[in-house]
Every structure is written in C-alpha cells, then in structure tokens.
C-alpha cells in the first residue's frame, strides 16, 4: 500500500509528465490525444486544478484544430472530461457526442473508445444506466488496454462495476473490479488505484461480507489523494458503520465527509454525505436533525437531476415524518417515493436486464476470456518461477532441520528464497523484492540472477559483501532502461560455515533461539538497489551452539490484517509465537505457523507474500 510520501512523490511526478507533455503538444499535434489521455488522470477528483489544465488544453487544441480534425476531437474529450468533473452533466453529453463523431469519421478507434467510456460514466451519474452500459461496453471492447487510453480502458471496467453492483450483479462485478485493479497496480496511478479499493469495499458492503468490506474501504482511505477522494472514502466508512449499526462512528465519518465537500466546493458529492448522515441521526434518535439534513441533500438532488438519490430522499423523509407521527407528509413523501421508484423501474431497471441478457453476458464472456488468457500466462510464469527456486531436495541435503513457509499472495511472487551450496559454506536467502504478483516476480528473476553472480561470477563470500556486488548488478540492470527504475529487494542472507553463522541484511532481521531467548540481528536500513544513502553492508557473526534455531523472514507474515479487530499480526506476536514451539520438530513449526497465518486472516485478504526460513543446529 502507498504511503504519504509515495502518493505525493507520484503527484509530484505525474505533474511533471503532464507539463512535459503540454509543453510538446503545443509544438506538435501529434501529441494532442496522449495528452488528453493523461489529463484523465492528472485532474481525477482534483478539481483545484482541472480548469487551469482544461484551458491550457484547449488553447494547445485550438492552435492545430481545422473544426473536424483530431485536433477538434482531443479539445472535445478535454471539454467533455472537465465538464464532467465539475458535474456540467448536459454539456458533458454534448462534447462527447461531438467527439464520437469526429472520431467516427476519422477512424480513431482508440479515441471513440474513450469518449464512449465518458460518455457512459456521465449517463451513470445523470441515473441513465441503461445508456450508461451500452457506452460503457462499447469503451471496453474498442480501447487498448497497452495503449495511450489504458487507463479509459479500466475506468470502463470500473464503472461498469459499480453498475452491477447496482443491480446485483455480483459476480460481473467482482471481475471488473479485479481488472480495474489489475490495471491500477500496473501502471502505479493513485486514482485507479483509490478507485478499484474504494469500489472493491462498495461491493463487500452491498453483499454485506463486513470484514472484506472494512478492509478494501480502509485501504482506500489509505490510497486517497485528493479532497475528493478522502471524503468519498470516509462516506463510504460512515455507510459501512451504518450498517453495522455503530451510529456514533458513522456520524463521525459522515460529519468528515461533508466538511470536506463543502470547503472544497463539491455540491453534488455533499449530498451524499448528506443523505446518510441525516439516516445515521434519524437511526440514532435524532428524527429533527436528520430531516433538517436530508431536506438539504433533497434540495442538491433535484438541483442535479439524480433521480436514484430523490428516490432516497423521499422514503427517508417518509420515515421521519412516520417516526415523528405526521401522517399526512408521511404518507405524501411515501406516495412520492413509490411513483418515483416505480419509474425509474420501469424506464431502466427493465431496460438494464434487457442489455444483461445481451450485451453484459457477452461482455461476461469476453471478459472471462480475457482473464482466462491472462491467467494461463501467469501459471506458465509460475512454472519459470519455480524453476529459480531451490528445490525441496536441495535444501534437506544443506539443512536437514528446517522449513520454508512459502505463501505468495498471488499465482507469481515477489518474495523468493535463495540457496547456494559450496564446499565451505552454506548460502541462503529470503528475499522480498519490490511489490509482488506479475511485477515483484519479474524483478524477483532479476534480484535472483543478481545474487548468483556476486557468488558464481564474482566469488563473494561473506554476506555483506554478496549484497554489496548483488546491489551494484541490480542498478546496473535497471540503468540499461530509459525509465528511472527504483526497484529492489529487502533481504536476509546467511552464510554457514560448520558452527558459525554470518548474517547480512537489507531491512531484514536474523532471529536466533538459544535457551528459550531470542536474539535479533538487524539488516541495515537500506535495500539492495537504488539508493540515497548506500552505504556497505554489515556483516554479522554468530557462534552458534548445538540446538539453536534461527530465523529469515520478509515482512508478509507481520504485515498481514486479521484476528477480532483486523489488525496487523506484528512482529512481537511473531516472536513469541516462534518461542511458544521450540519444543517441537520443525516441520511441526512449518505447520503451526502456516495455521496460526490462515486463523489470524480469517476471511480477509492475504496483503503480500509470506517467505520464512527456519534452521536448528
């Protein structure tokens, strides 16, 4: 999960590229499309500055535009992105058509697919979810996911996700999010990635699975960058503790929310916040205030034409009027809620089942295919994985009392453990590089081949100096590359040689058992790859005594969420819990450990890749 620092050091970033590509659309038109591509992402859910990107769009647009050019076209997705965001729903709708028909004319593929994509998220906000869903999939059958207008592609598949959950289509749902996600973690965006958790949460909610619910909602709160996306996230956590019927913390959330949408100036998006909290009052026996509230969010909900919301506001007001014992406005508000509901059932609901049987379950089949293709790549990756990793035979034969628990998160990981056996000593590592599944397996191969090198090419022996070569191989590796990669890995390394043991770490620990203590050897605070403050790595060394045990491991097992409170598991708790089973075979610490994991996780979702070493002299 992204930190502060991250997610600002990715702003930072992100500004920059997009300057950068202002700066060469306004020498040539040929960059007008990336360019727009790229102001999807630089303004989402930062309105502060969509204006001044949007007009500097459209002046560069304009310098080239002929009326009916791509020029013309790129200003119509600039104008019908900024209007969305600034919820100008009917303009929205105007540019876009325009666009469609440039790009129609002209052939762009690519283009048409992205301003469909705009088009259907606009009918989604305005209620028109039938039309939504016809752009939608239109957006997702014509964009290149590799292409300039990836990320369009994934917000289709993103707002298409929330259209099923609406409908309780959960299973089309929980596909589409996964690859928005999927889409989010390649290309390191902080929107997408807010969004694909923050709708992943959404879904848990609507199929009332809490504890998943929580989780995903929480990590989007984590992922937020933006005022937006802050006060959507902690709305979101006031609906999940209105459901788990803690009024106290969802007035708490709410109440946040709101104060931030009204500072920041986002009136449609307060009404939201309005609506639940005045539920959260009104459930908590505050039936004044919340009809105070909920006539607020009444009044923005007519004002912006969302039908779905009036259709909220009515059945609450009925139910206050109810609780306060006006039968009269109660019965109006019931009367208002029914007709309403009634239409909206009878102009989309019906028409949204229609395309369900049609569009969405061939849009069902293309998207499974799609997944199918991607999953049988990532088995075969797995098979290449495997194949760097030291076998089950190897590693008995060096160290006959030990275990590996080995638990990656996804098909592919970015943790590995590394063995090298020469006559004088025996090497071994648990590594976790950068990230994990697809990605943290590829840079997994490259750490791997690394570390062979300083020992096999080199003829490193003690550890720190086999991470100092490992580290110096890495860069240059990546430096062969335009991009400025700053991948890497955390590492523990031994090496042993009869009863003394050397240890060298990146962020790792060595934990070594002796008479029922624990003594940690720490790594150094650096990792093996690109960094500020390198400097060489310490090597420690361990006379260790017959029946010590000693330990290598990433930070998976600590870092995973789980128990009564969804808490991390802790490196203390990991601690004692090793002293707790010195008394038994390791192969019977294999076992508890791997079950003490799976219980603390319950249903939750594994957060990384799970590598420890255990040895007993």
Not at 229 to 246: F, I, V
Not at 345 to 368: P, V
Not at 372 to 381: F, L, N, P, R
Request: glycine share 6%.
């Amino acid at each position: 999960m992204p930190t502060a620092d991250e997610l600002e050091e990715r702003r930072i970033k992100e500004t920059f590229e997009f300057e950068k590509l202002l700066e060469l659309a306004n020498d040539s038109a040929d960059y007008l499309l990336p360019l727009v591509a790229m102001f999807s992402d630089a303004v989402a859910d930062r309105w502060d500055i969509a204006q001044n990107y949007s007009e500097r769009i459209v002046a560069a647009c304009d310098k080239w535009s002929n009326g009916n050019n791509e020029a013309e076209g790129a200003k119509m997705i600039a104008l019908a992105l900024y209007n969305y965001y600034v919820t100008q729903f009917e303009k929205v709708d105007a540019y876009s058509s325009r666009g469609m028909e440039i790009f129609t004319a002209l052939d762009k593929k690519d283009a048409y697919g992205s301003i469909s994509m705009l088009r259907g998220s606009n009918y989604r906000s305005t209620g028109d979810l039938d039309k939504a869903v016809k752009y939608l999939l239109i957006a997702t059958e014509i964009v290149d996911p590799l292409g300039d207008f990836g990320l369009f592609f994934g917000y289709s598949h993103y707002q298409l996700a929330e259209i099923y959950v609406q409908i309780r289509d959960y299973e089309a749902a929980e596909i589409s999010y996964q690859l928005s996600l999927e889409g989010a973690e390649r290309i390191k965006r902080i929107t997408p990635l807010f969004r694909s958790y923050n709708g992943l949460g959404n879904l848990y909610l609507a199929k009332d699975e809490l504890d998943e619910a929580i989780f995903h909602l929480n990590r989007s709160l984590d992922a937020a960058g933006s005022p937006s996306q802050e006060s959507r996230a902690l709305c979101d956590l006031g609906r999940y503790y209105l459901k788990k019927g803690e009024y106290d913390k969802a007035i708490f959330n709410l109440e946040a929310s709101l104060e931030i949408r009204i500072e920041n100036g986002f009136e449609d998006a307060s009404s939201t916040s309005l609506m639940y909290l005045s539920k959260a009052y009104f459930l908590n026996g505050h039936p004044d205030k919340a009809l105070e509230l909920v006539n607020k969010a009444l009044q923005i909900s007519e004002k912006f034409g969302s039908k779905t919301k009036a259709v909220f506001c009515y059945k609450l007001k009925a139910q206050i009027f109810e609780k306060k014992e006006n039968w009269k406005d109660a019965i109006a508000y019931y009367h208002k809620f029914e007709t309403l509901q009634d239409e909206l059932n009878s102009m989309q609901t019906q028409n949204i089942y229609k395309l369900k049987n049609a569009l969405i379950n061939e849009q069902k089949a293309q998207i499974e295919q799609a997944h199918k293709e991607i999953t049988d790549s990532i088995v075969y990756a797995k098979r290449i994985q495997k194949a760097i990793l030291p076998s089950d035979r190897a590693m008995k034969q060096a160290m006959p009392e030990h275990f590996v628990l080995y638990k990656p998160k996804d098909v592919v990981a970015g943790d590995f453990y590394w063995l090298e056996v020469c006559p004088e000593a025996v090497r071994f590592a648990a590594a976790d590089c950068t990230g994990h599944g697809v990605p943290g397996a590829m840079v997994s191969v490259i750490c791997n081949n690394a570390l062979n090198r300083a020992v096999r090419e080199y003829n490193k022996d003690l550890p720190g100096e086999i991470l100092d070569k490992t580290r110096e191989i890495v860069i240059q590796e990546f430096e062969k590359s335009d991009e400025d990669v700053k991948d890497g890995m955390d590492i523990g390394l031994c090496s042993l040689k009869g009863k003394t043991l050397y240890f060298s770490g990146a962020h790792n620990p060595l934990w070594v058992i002796r008479n029922g203590e624990l003594i940690e050897y720490r790594g150094d605070k650096q990792p093996v790859g690109k960094f500020i403050d390198q400097h060489p790595f310490t090597t420690h060394t361990v006379q260790l005594q017959d029946g010590d045990s000693f330990y290598l491991l990433t930070d998976g097992y600590i870092d995973q969420f789980g128990g009564p409170k969804g808490k991390k598991f802790k490196a203390k708790n990991l601690k004692d819990l090793i002293l707790s089973i010195q008394d038994i075979s390791m192969a019977e610490q294999h076992k508890v450990l791997s079950e003490s994991f799976d219980l603390w996780r319950g249903s939750l979702e594994q957060v990384d890749d799970v590598c420890i070493i255990g040895v007993r002299m």
